[in-house]
């Protein structure tokens, strides 16, 4: 009887020296994290908002890390392709995720292939930015009124051109705010939507401010209004939408990092501090400015509060004007 009591504290004994030999391994895995190379999936095709704060925080964690952070373009199906590979990804920090406000309107209007509440874990919020409406040669207005005015004088004729996600919310929330019957064109992205506007093949669009600003300062783009609650900063001197006759909009995007869920404390902690560091720099804040976009530091915990109250803000946005599967 002696000896099994014996033989099982033994064996109890090994699978906790196991456990804690398994549990330090761990520890020192993730205290020496990265070892190998990341991958930043960006579920959006190249040259959009999505793509450019990925390139920027790409750089500067490889130059930080000494690891190459890799940006892997994964476009498709509104950005849930790329979103759910990172979600079935191992839960190492290895595999990271651009994240815009799109994440949280998709669910609305579709059924995702993820959990967004529990599927990933956070790493940090990088930035906002607001819509902005703009209009090409073919719609020769001056402000927003102008804009109201011309739907009006001609329902179901003047044109607006956008993608999917975030630039189709902004859309439909201007389009039910204002109760013109205009007419939205969907493209597969916002760069095509807005080279269709600039060359006269559409009246305006309501874009991505990130998007837009370079071709608002070559000229080929006239801004008339920006989305936010507030003023942009980039371009002071416009009114907000809200203000320029379309009460109650308020459309921004914003961009994030998420993970696979699970994915280490002491990664997610170590990444955090990296891009704290990096949106605090001066440079990094000019810059950020003279895309259009705005430094907005956020916390894990605060995202996590933060995913919920936008599903909720856009599935009302949705219901409301009428919105389906794009």
């Not at 890799?70 to 839960?91: F, W």
Request: with cysteine.
């Amino acid at each position: 009887m002696k000896s099994n009591l014996a033989v099982c504290l033994l064996v109890m004994l090994a699978a906790a020296g196991a456990q804690a030999a398994q549990r330090a391994t761990s520890a020192g895995a993730d205290q020496n994290y990265p070892t190998r190379p990341i991958r930043l999936i960006v579920p959006q095709a190249p040259g959009g908002s999505n793509d450019i704060m990925a390139r920027y925080i790409a750089n500067y964690l490889t130059e930080r890390l000494g690891r190459q952070v890799v940006v892997d373009n994964r476009p498709g199906a509104e950005g849930m392709i790329g979103t759910d590979i990172v979600a079935r990804s191992a839960p190492d920090g290895y595999t990271l995720l651009m994240v815009s406000a799109a994440f949280t309107m998709n669910p609305a209007v579709r059924k995702v292939p993820y959990d967004p509440l529990k599927a990933f874990d956070w790493v940090a919020m990088l930035g906002s930015g607001p819509t902005v409406l703009t209009v090409g040669p073919l719609l020769p207005v001056n402000s927003v009124q102008e804009v109201l005015a011309a739907g009006k004088a001609k329902p179901g004729q003047v044109t607006m051109a956008t993608a999917g996600g975030f630039q189709h919310f902004g859309t439909a929330l201007f389009r039910s705010l204002s109760g013109v019957d205009f007419v939205v064109l969907l493209y597969k992205g916002g760069f095509p939507a807005m080279i269709d506007v600039m060359g006269g093949q559409a009246h305006m669009t309501v874009g991505s401010i990130v998007q837009s600003i370079p071709h608002i300062r070559s000229g080929k783009l006239k801004p008339l209004a920006t989305g936010g609650a507030k003023r942009a900063a980039t371009l002071p001197d416009l009114p907000t939408i809200a203000e320029a006759g379309v009460p109650g909009y308020d459309a921004s995007n914003w961009w994030a990092l998420a993970a696979a869920a699970g994915t280490p404390p002491a990664v997610i902690a170590r990444l955090n501090a990296e891009v704290a560091t990096f949106l605090n720099l001066p440079e990094t804040r000019k810059r950020f400015m003279n895309e259009g976009a705005e430094v907005d530091i956020k916390k894990p915990e605060e995202l996590r509060r933060m995913i919920p109250i936008d599903m909720a803000k856009w599935a009302r946005v949705a219901k409301e004007s009428g919105m389906r599967a794009e």
